[in-house]
């Protein structure tokens, strides 16, 4: 970098601090120069880690980044190789600003943000994973027992999901975060990752119990981009769709805003109409997650009613890990 580089470098970092922010053409503005040749700066600077940005185009917005205690003091893990790998496996984070942190390198922003020793933390989080692994057979967590214990009446012949939503001290999976965040931001992207994440589970489930026919549990509330929809032409599956309604009511509720499983029973009694008259031994019912499982259940109920099916299996992406539980988030 010349001289001449150097010097207008210096005033943009002199900018930025001094106003916490400012966007390519507020600099292009204070130093008289094109935005072209400020964005050359800006490349420079971002690449020597000097600046990070903010936002995405055309509203981004740059700032001095904040050197964090590992380039201060060159910290030095003694993670393990194979310990790093199953954090890069299963870890995933999102950052309160909205930034995507995965495997071991979430796993130790998460670590420095909560103050833990990384080490240490590192061996306890795989511990959690062990704890959790004795209830997944096949890439499937089986719910039956949750929902035995929660229903008097079980009319789903199976039920199974993905992963847990979340899990104690470490808080959501990796699934739990995709699931989350794809929903809530309505990203195509987040979705697309979801869609590779649990297609082929899905897929093998499909071929394991000789399902004929699948249903996807519609939405209550209204979205832009609505996460089951997308969930449903992405998987392309080559099977049968039922036909599931959610009916309109004077006032919409979600499911997540009920705390009380009997309103939950009722809600979904109430607003889920299989309109369907096709025939079928054997259907799959795919929920974003379960939390109470009552409109899955209620859903396989009202198909059987209806001679649709004579076995209803169903699956969330994520669910619970005891009985009646509220995933208010998703």
Same mark, same amino acid.
């Given at each position: 970098?010349?001289?001449? !580089? /150097?010097?207008?470098? &210096?005033? $943009?970092?002199?900018?930025?601090?001094?106003?916490?922010?400012?966007?390519?053409?507020?600099?292009?503005?204070?130093?008289?120069?094109?935005?072209? =040749?400020?964005?050359?700066? *800006?490349?420079? *600077?971002?690449?020597?880690?000097?600046?990070? @940005?903010?936002?995405?185009?055309? @509203?981004?917005?740059?700032?001095?980044?904040?050197?964090?205690?590992?380039?201060?003091?060159?910290?030095?893990?003694?993670?393990? =190789?194979? +310990?790093?790998?199953?954090? !890069? #496996?299963?870890? +995933?984070?999102?950052?309160?600003?909205?930034?995507?942190?995965?495997?071991?390198?979430?796993?130790?922003?998460?670590?420095?943000?909560?103050?833990?020793?990384? #080490?240490?933390?590192?061996?306890?989080?795989?511990?959690?994973?062990? @704890?959790?692994?004795?209830?997944? /057979?096949?890439? +499937? $967590?089986?719910?039956?027992?949750?929902?035995?214990?929660?229903?008097?009446?079980?009319?789903?012949?199976?039920?199974?999901?993905? !992963?847990?939503?979340?899990? %104690?001290?470490? &808080?959501?999976?990796?699934?739990?975060?995709? +699931?989350?965040?794809?929903?809530?931001?309505?990203?195509?992207?987040?979705?697309?990752?979801?869609?590779?994440?649990?297609?082929?589970? $899905? %897929?093998? *489930?499909?071929?394991?119990?000789? $399902?004929?026919?699948? &249903?996807?549990?519609?939405?209550?509330?209204?979205?832009?981009?609505?996460?089951?929809?997308?969930? #449903?032409?992405?998987?392309?599956?080559?099977?049968?769709? *039922?036909?599931?309604?959610?009916?309109?009511? %004077?006032?919409?509720?979600?499911?997540?805003?009920?705390? @009380?499983?009997?309103?939950?029973? #009722?809600?979904?009694?109430?607003?889920?109409?299989?309109?369907?008259?096709?025939?079928?031994?054997?259907?799959?019912?795919?929920d974003d997650a379960l939390g109470s499982g009552a409109t899955l259940n209620e859903t396989a109920k009202k198909i059987k009613e209806r001679g649709v099916a004579k076995k209803a299996i169903g699956l969330a992406i994520t669910g619970s890990f005891s009985g009646f539980e509220i995933i208010s988030e998703v």
């Amino acid at each position: 970098m010349d001289q001449a !580089d /150097k010097k207008t470098s &210096g005033k $943009i970092i002199n900018y930025i601090s001094s106003h916490g922010q400012a966007s390519g053409k507020e600099l292009a503005d204070f130093l008289n120069l094109t935005t072209r =040749a400020v964005r050359k700066q *800006l490349s420079k *600077l971002f690449a020597e880690n000097k600046v990070s @940005k903010i936002g995405k185009s055309p @509203k981004v917005f740059y700032v001095i980044k904040k050197e964090s205690k590992e380039s201060k003091e060159e910290k030095v893990d003694n993670v393990s =190789a194979e +310990l790093k790998k199953v954090i !890069d #496996e299963n870890y +995933l984070i999102i950052t309160p600003k909205g930034e995507r942190k995965g495997g071991f390198l979430g796993f130790s922003y998460w670590c420095e943000r909560h103050n833990l020793p990384l #080490e240490k933390t590192a061996l306890e989080y795989a511990e959690t994973l062990k @704890k959790y692994e004795p209830y997944k /057979k096949d890439g +499937l $967590i089986d719910g039956g027992y949750k929902m035995t214990h929660t229903f008097k009446e079980v009319y789903l012949d199976q039920v199974f999901y993905l !992963d847990f939503y979340s899990i %104690e001290r470490f &808080g959501k999976t990796k699934l739990g975060q995709l +699931l989350l965040y794809a929903k809530q931001s309505q990203s195509l992207n987040l979705i697309r990752e979801l869609v590779a994440q649990i297609r082929t589970p $899905i %897929e093998e *489930l499909i071929t394991k119990f000789s $399902i004929q026919a699948v &249903g996807f549990i519609p939405p209550t509330v209204k979205r832009e981009v609505q996460l089951m929809r997308e969930l #449903e032409g992405k998987l392309n599956l080559t099977l049968p769709k *039922l036909s599931l309604v959610k009916v309109k009511t %004077e006032i919409a509720v979600a499911q997540k805003t009920l705390t @009380k499983l009997e309103d939950r029973i #009722e809600n979904a009694r109430g607003t889920i109409v299989a309109d369907e008259k096709r025939h079928y031994d054997t259907v799959l019912l795919i929920d974003d997650a379960l939390g109470s499982g009552a409109t899955l259940n209620e859903t396989a109920k009202k198909i059987k009613e209806r001679g649709v099916a004579k076995k209803a299996i169903g699956l969330a992406i994520t669910g619970s890990f005891s009985g009646f539980e509220i995933i208010s988030e998703v």
